[in-house]
């Protein structure tokens, strides 16, 4: 499966007082919502080279289809 959709963002710096800078990326909600990544999850980042990089899902399972009830009916009988 092929997604080409493309999402820019900016890398933000956090600062507290007394430790060292961290970079921070958000994750766009519909990107989220197109992959069933849920909040607290864990990733990974594999570096591929100096411009690309791979989000990596360890403990991904593959969302379970929710099964449809199928409610059949007899026809009704005419007079």
Known sequence: MNM?????????AIRSKGQQP????????????????EAGEEVQWELLDRQELHLLRPHFSPPQAKARRLHLTSPKKRP
């Open 4 to 12: 080409q959709t493309k999402y820019s963002l900016k890398v933000q």
């Open 22 to 37: 961290r970079l921070y990326v958000y994750f766009p909600l519909p990107l989220a919502a197109a992959i069933s990544l």
